[in-house]
Structure formats: structure tokens, C-alpha cells
């Protein structure tokens, strides 16, 4: 078969023309239909993660904590983990480093008096810092920043 030259405008006309009814419309109604439903179940996705954060957020560290990451927003709600503010902290300021490359993080730490600062960055390039007061770390902690604290600190110390 060859290839067939249209001479003229009624030829595209005539096709452009032809629109089979209701076609359209459906799939049109189904789209909507379906970002509805996907937009209810994101918002109802929502609203249950946010109960279980305010309602259940000591659980949700102790289970972050027995993780083996590293992430630990939810552990910072802890007496003996504050969030800080981040320094960008070399290698040569550091009292002590942990490079978990199988896991994806980094965490150098530093102790300056009762506390140590900890910076965690992540293979996806974030940074998030620490103020750990070893002091209310409890007895055989599960978190890692904890445990990493206490590690810094006899670190330094012994």
C-alpha cells in the first residue's frame, strides 16, 4: 500500500466531524469519578495518620526506635531528645561518627557538657540535628540517636 495525499479540506473536514456520541462524556464522568474517590481516601489517609501521631506518639517513637533506621522525628518528642538546630558539623569537630552505609545514614556527635549533639544525614541528602542529654536517657534505650549519645560520650570520656 502507498501513501495516499489528501488534496483539498473536505477529506480532514469529514474526519474531524465524525464524533461518535457519548463516548466521551463517560470516560470523562469516570475520571472525575475516580479523582473524587482518590482524593476522599487521601483525605481519610490523612486524618488517621494524624490521630495515631497525637494519640499514640511515645508508642510510635518506641517502634521507630526498634527500627533499624535512623529516622527518628518521633523519637525527638522524647524528655531526652530535643531537635536543633543544624551546623553542618565536619568530620575533624566530631567527637565521634557512625557511617551506616547500608542503611543510609551518617550520625557524627559531639559532647559539649551533660549533653551531645548529634547530626544524622541521610543518603537522600537531609540533614537533622539533636540535643541528647545523656543524663535522662534510660537504661538499655532502643533508640539509636540515644544509643549513639552514650556511645559519643565513652567516646570521649573512657
Do not use: C, P, W
Not at 143 to 152: G, S
Amino acid at each position: 500500500m502507498g501513501i495516499q495525499e489528501i488534496k483539498g479540506q473536505e477529506g480532514i473536514q469529514e474526519y474531524q466531524s465524525r464524533k461518535q456520541t457519548g463516548q466521551s462524556e463517560g470516560f470523562q464522568e469516570s475520571l472525575i469519578q475516580n479523582l473524587e474517590s482518590r482524593k476522599k481516601n487521601d483525605e481519610n489517609s490523612t486524618k488517621a495518620d494524624s490521630n495515631i501521631r497525637k494519640n499514640d506518639s511515645e508508642t510510635n517513637a518506641r517502634i521507630l526506635g526498634a527500627l533499624s533506621g535512623v529516622r527518628v522525628n518521633a523519637v525527638a518528642q522524647r524528655e531526652a531528645v530535643q531537635t536543633a538546630e543544624v551546623r553542618h558539623m565536619s568530620y575533624e569537630e566530631s567527637d565521634n561518627i557512625e557511617i551506616a552505609v547500608t542503611k543510609g545514614y551518617t550520625l557524627k556527635g559531639k559532647l559539649e557538657g551533660q549533653q551531645v549533639y548529634v547530626e544524622a544525614k541521610y543518603e537522600d541528602g537531609r540533614t537533622e540535628a539533636y540535643q541528647v542529654d545523656t543524663a535522662k536517657v534510660q537504661e538499655g534505650t532502643q533508640h539509636r540517636i540515644e544509643q549513639f549519645a552514650l556511645e559519643t560520650v565513652g567516646s570521649v570520656i573512657g
